[in-house]
């Protein structure tokens, strides 16, 4: 293939944004002027459409159902900023109102369920879903959980803003029909975790088993069991 | 999208089942995390739930815009783990069971195959660069200093094989 003429400075900088190679300081920029200058924004947009068939070649891969779970979460989470914001998370709650929480979850869980699609096919057996609320602070969920009984596992989103205490932590316990809480670890502000569940403890994920998460010390309960003010609590139902 | 903008969950709903794999897909070959490119994979939904007022099908496919916002939102994972922070080559990627295979792989498309041909045509240095910058969001400096090459000869690399490969595109 022969030399042509290199791109203009002003293409090269499009080619250079669709690729990926900007800093986050250029970045910016560039997304700035796509704002402002149209045939700028064109010229990013065809580099994107030359690009972006590099990620045909890849074979789809099925995400496990608690992702759509998470996003139908967040899409009700996010109907309503402002409340959300007002969300004073640290603020915990004894674990008297686990009741009052519960059956406002029921609620939310009846609404949710109602905007729903017809469910698609179901693998046996289903996953079961729990938003863990503050109790007393409304409807917006500090986390989100699913429990996939094929795996074994806990999958677990944290709403809560990161940095707003760094002198806690979060620990979340499993409370199944016998009313032991049992640890299931710390877990940090806006993290997502996957957590496989040994052999003893898949038992108890059962249809309304408690999934708590209480404020500690930032290495844990010094005590194995909650030491702290509950932040949130919800049960584990299916959707 | 237009009903997705109007705020419709069912329609989202729709664009998920059909897309949502082929985006995950897309995470996981930038970040070889599961769990992390499951996390991106939502964020990119309810951004493409929020937005999609600001579709225009004038200037993009539904299928480019989305591949792309999955594609930034995953590199700015990937920055956000830090400077030394590299994706592994999806050949040591652990893909657990039941994946779909090669019959998708086949099945890409058109605009893949020629871009794929373009890419060819160029040296494998400037193509294997293109590919790490596309993949990865890695910046000039950040690749010349992985590659232990000057940044002037990594950008002059880049700049020649974009120009040669719009050419190549649009014979």
């Known amino acids: 293939m022969s030399e042509g003429p290199d791109l203009s400075a002003r293409e090269t900088l499009a080619a250079e944004?669709?690729?990926?190679?900007?800093?986050?300081?250029?970045?910016?920029?560039?997304?700035?002027?796509?704002?402002?200058?149209?045939?700028?924004?064109?010229?990013?947009?065809d580099w994107r459409a030359r690009l972006t068939p590099m990620l045909d070649a890849m074979a789809p891969v099925e995400p496990r159902a608690a992702v759509w779970a998470g996003v139908e979460r967040a899409l009700g989470a996010n109907d309503n900023a402002a409340a959300r914001r007002r969300l004073r998370f640290w603020r915990g709650a004894t674990l008297g109102s686990l009741g009052l929480a519960a059956a406002s979850l029921a609620f939310a869980v009846l609404v949710v369920s109602r905007s729903l699609e017809p469910a698609p096919p179901p693998a046996a057996p289903p996953m079961l879903n729990a938003s863990l609320m503050t109790p007393g602070e409304g409807s917006h969920p500090m986390f989100v959980a699913a429990y996939d009984p094929v795996r074994q596992a806990l999958i677990i989103t944290s709403l809560a803003r990161p940095g707003a205490d760094p002198g806690h932590g979060h620990q979340l316990w499993v409370i199944p029909a016998d009313g032991q809480p049992h640890s299931l670890g710390m877990i940090a502000p806006g993290a997502s975790k996957s957590m496989p569940m040994p052999k003893a403890m898949a038992p108890?994920?059962?249809?309304?088993?408690?999934?708590?998460?209480?404020?500690?010390?930032?290495?844990?309960?010094?005590?194995?069991?909650?030491?702290?003010?509950?932040?949130?609590?919800?049960?584990?139902?299916?959707? | 999208m237009p009903r997705i903008a109007q705020g419709d969950r069912a329609a989202l709903r729709q664009l998920y089942d059909a897309t949502a794999p082929k985006l995950f897909a897309v995470c996981l070959r930038i970040l070889s995390n599961r769990e992390e490119s499951e996390d991106v994979l939502q964020d990119v939904y309810v951004t493409i739930w929020r937005r999609a007022d600001r579709f225009d099908p004038a200037r993009a496919s539904v299928a480019t815009w989305i591949s792309t916002i999955a594609r930034n939102r995953a590199i700015d994972r990937l920055r956000a783990r830090g400077p030394l922070a590299r994706s592994v080559s999806v050949e040591n990627l652990e893909i657990a069971d039941d994946q779909p295979?090669?019959?998708?792989?086949?099945?890409?498309?058109?605009?893949?195959?020629?871009?794929?041909?373009?890419?060819?045509?160029?040296?494998?240095?400037?193509?294997?660069?293109?590919?790490?910058?596309?993949?990865?969001?890695?910046?000039?400096?950040?690749?010349?200093?992985?590659?232990?090459?000057?940044?002037?000869?990594?950008?002059?690399?880049?700049?020649?094989?974009?120009?040669?490969?719009?050419?190549?595109?649009?014979?």
């Open chain 1, 204 to 239: 108890m994920f059962t249809p309304g088993a408690a999934i708590v998460a209480s404020l500690e010390p930032p290495g844990g309960s010094p005590t194995g069991r909650p030491s702290g003010p509950m932040a949130a609590v919800g049960k584990l139902g299916r959707i």
């Open chain 1, 17 to 45: 944004h669709a690729l990926g190679l900007l800093g986050a300081g250029d970045r910016a920029e560039a997304e700035a002027r796509m704002a402002r200058d149209s045939a700028f924004a064109t010229l990013v947009d």
């Open chain 2, 101 to 171: 295979g090669a019959d998708a792989t086949l099945a890409a498309t058109d605009d893949a195959a020629r871009l794929e041909a373009c890419l060819s045509e160029l040296d494998p240095r400037t193509r294997d660069v293109i590919r790490t910058a596309f993949f990865e969001g890695v910046t000039y400096e950040a690749l010349a200093g992985r590659m232990e090459i000057p940044l002037g000869t990594v950008k002059s690399w880049i700049r020649r094989g974009l120009a040669r490969l719009k050419r190549c595109l649009e014979r």
